[in-house]
Nanobody, 115 residues
Framework: QVQLVESGGGLVQAGGSLRLSCAAS????????MGWYRQAPGMQRELVAV???????TYADSVKGRFTISRDNAKNTVYLQMNSLKPEDTAVYYC?????????WGQGTQVTVSS
C-alpha cells in the first residue's frame, strides 16, 4: 500500500506563489508518472501537470509558463511550484502517483487565491 502526504496549500493574493509537495511512502518498488490535478467547486477534476519517470512534463494550457512540476526520485516526492497565481487557480489540488502499476491519490490540499 502507498500513502501520499501533500503539503503547501494555503491562501495567497493574486500574483503570489505557492509550492506544493507530495511525498509517497509505503511498499513501493517503482514509481512512474507523478502529477497534480485540481478540482474547483462545481467543476470536474482536471489535469494541472504531470511528470514521467524520465522527466518529461505536460502542463495544462492554463498554467503553462506559470507552474513548474518537478520530482525528487530519492525522496519519492513530486513538487508543484506555482507562480503568478490567479483567482481562477483556486481549487483543491490533488497529487496522483502511479506506483507498481497502480494509481494513488492524495487527500487534497486547498489553494485559495484572492483578488
Amino acid at each position: 500500500q502507498v500513502q501520499l502526504v501533500e503539503s503547501g496549500g494555503g491562501l495567497v493574493q493574486a500574483g503570489g506563489s505557492l509550492r506544493l509537495s507530495c511525498a509517497a511512502s509505503g511498499s513501493i518498488f517503482t514509481i512512474t508518472t507523478m502529477g497534480w490535478y485540481r478540482q474547483a467547486p462545481g467543476m470536474q477534476r482536471e489535469l494541472v501537470a504531470v511528470i514521467t519517470g524520465g522527466g518529461s512534463t505536460t502542463y495544462a494550457d492554463s498554467v503553462k509558463g506559470r507552474f513548474t512540476i518537478s520530482r525528487d526520485n530519492a525522496k519519492n516526492t513530486v513538487y508543484l511550484q506555482m507562480n503568478s497565481l490567479k483567482p481562477e487557480d483556486t481549487a483543491v489540488y490533488y497529487c496522483n502517483v502511479w506506483a507498481d502499476a497502480n494509481s494513488y491519490w492524495g487527500q487534497g490540499t486547498q489553494v485559495t487565491v484572492s483578488s
